[in-house]
């Protein structure tokens, strides 16, 4: 009998926020869950 190791699955919040709330909300879902974070950042500045 082949014992299988169990899955584990990662979870990942990937986000983009020029006024920092949807970084806030962001930052408090991957905590949540237990998932690593990763803010996309534009290759320009953008102005808000």
């Known amino acids: 009998m082949i014992k299988e190791e169990p ?3 990662k979870a990942l919040v990937v ?3 020029v006024s920092g709330i949807t970084a806030r909300l962001a ?3 991957a ?3 237990g998932a690593d974070l ?3 950042q534009p290759a320009q500045k ?3």
């Open 27 to 29: 930052e408090r879902l």
């Open 46 to 48: 953008i102005h808000s």
């Open 31 to 33: 905590s949540a869950i």
């Open 15 to 17: 986000y983009f926020s």
């Open 7 to 9: 899955k584990m699955s």
């Open 38 to 40: 990763h803010e996309i």
